[in-house]
């Protein structure tokens, strides 16, 4: 898993190399330095030590990159839309449906710059993890909602939440083996890989290599991850960095199982 794992940092480093350093990266760009800045947050903070996507990405965009989940995401200029990255936006762009209802009451700035949660917008989390979506409004971005609200409820790993009742871990886990089986059979890599590192949020030894194994078999020759689960010989392009980039996070999730980090600071550039 080691070696499939480094074998994706060097596709991503490929496009972290195609990426504009201009200062204003424009929304798209944004979010995929976003994206691979979490992600490598996540993976350094597993593993305790700078994974290499870290410095990839640190060598390329120098000090203007500062992840930190108890400080919000940020430039080194402080602007505040960066703190509406990605990994936010998904809390408040979900469709309102009742089973979702409680995502669109996590504003992004609240979510990411309160640490640890307030009382009341963790009960508003909570809530919604607790709540089953029903069959029919399963979505990949259902899924990446859910996902985002449960790693911000537990830092990405470093602390357990402390709910208010303790049937709500039970309830999560629940949800989240609801959506592998899902992401299972609609052949769906990305929620998969995002339910492989949430499962093991709640439960740091529960075995997931089954999932693991359609996951590493759908690895391409170039190192990328495909947005469907199958075998695959064809170079990939953008598309695939954020099915790539959950694959990576729930790689190291599988082999580290537990927040490694000595402290909740490992920023991609000081």
Known sequence: MTLIG????????????????????????????????????ICSGLRGTPVPLQQFISNRFKSRIIPNPKAGFSRGSGSADWRSARLFKGLTDVDPT????????????????????????????????????????????????????????YCFGMERPRFASART???AFSNCLRFANWAERKG??????????????????????PMLADIISSQRPDGSFPARIGFGTADQDNSALRPTLAAL?????????????SQPNLPIAA
């Open 188 to 209: 769906r890599l990305m929620p998969l890989a995002q339910m492989c590192y949430c499962l093991c949020l709640i439960d740091p030894d529960h075995d997931v290599a």
């Open 6 to 41: 480094a074998r994706s940092q060097q596709w991503l480093r490929s496009r972290i190399d195609q990426l504009p350093v201009a200062a204003d990266l424009g929304d798209n760009f944004a979010d995929d330095v976003t994206e691979i800045a979490v992600a490598a947050y």
């Open 249 to 261: 996070v729930a790689l190291h999730m599988a082999i580290y199982r537990r927040w490694h980090g």
């Open 169 to 171: 871990y039970g309830d």
């Open 98 to 153: 009742p089973a979702l209802s409680g995502a669109s009451m996590f504003p992004a700035d609240r979510a990411s710059l309160v640490r640890p949660l307030e009382a009341a917008l963790l009960a508003e989390a909570e809530e919604m993890l607790r709540t089953p979506i029903p069959e029919e409004r399963l979505t990949d971005q259902a899924i990446d909602t859910y996902a985002s609200v449960l790693a911000l409820c």
